[in-house]
Every structure is written in C-alpha cells, then in structure tokens.
Nanobody, 121 residues
Framework: QVQLVESGGGLVQAGGSLRLSCAASGRFSSINAMGWYRQAPGKQRELVATITSSGSTNYADSEKGRFTISRDNAKNTVYLQMNSLKPEDTAVYYC???????????????WGQGTQVTVSS
C-alpha cells in the first residue's frame, strides 16, 4: 500500500523559515509529478508548487521567490523550503504524488495526511 507521510510543520514567527518533507513508501514502480498544496481554515485547498520527475517546477504566484520545491528521487521524497513566512501562509500543507504501483498500468494520485504550519505575527 502506497503512503505519503509529511513532516516538518510547526509554529514559526513571521519572517522565519520551515522545511517540509514528504516521503513516499510502499510498492511502486515510479513516481511522476509531486506537489504541495495548502488549505487555510474556511478556504479551499490551493496549489503551492509542483515538480515533475525530471525536476521542472511550477509555483503559485504568491509563493514565487519565497518557496522552493525540490525532490530526491533516490529517497522518494519531495521537499518544500519556505522562507520569509507570513501569517497568511498559515494552513495545513498537503503533499501529493502521481504514482504507478507495481503491476499497475496507470498512475494514481495519492495524498498525504497534512502537516500544520502556523506563522505568528
């Protein structure tokens, strides 16, 4: 069974930094695109950043220049380095990944359980 497990969330003051990690485990033959999303209270889940298996990245406009997404394919892990954090970045952050399980023909989208990021002013 494929699982994504996030870590690295917490409480930080405005202007601070956090690094989130998301590791995939289970039996799979490949991981394609991976990404980070977030959901603030009372709001819809929104895109933060995505990264393809070859390393091409895409960011939401509000995160460009502050957040950096990266991945370590050998560790099946995607990271989100968040700098210059603002109170409005407070949210539950979720990772996702498009994964082809062993024996499967098509990829399936998996989500992690989420990690809370709180930025105090």
């Amino acid at each position: 069974q494929v699982q994504l497990v996030e870590s690295g969330g917490g409480l930080v003051q405005a202007g601070g930094s956090l690094r989130l990690s998301c590791a995939a485990s289970g039996r799979f033959s490949s991981i394609n695109a991976m990404g980070w999303y977030r959901q603030a209270p009372g709001k819809q889940r929104e895109l933060v950043a995505t990264i393809t298996s070859s390393g091409s990245t895409n960011y939401a406009d509000s995160e460009k220049g502050r957040f950096t997404i990266s991945r370590d394919n050998a560790k099946n892990t995607v990271y989100l380095q968040m700098n210059s954090l603002k109170p409005e970045d407070t949210a539950v952050y979720y990772c996702n990944a498009k994964i082809i399980e062993v024996g499967a023909r098509y990829e399936h989208l998996y989500w992690g359980q989420g990690t809370q990021v709180t930025v105090s002013s």
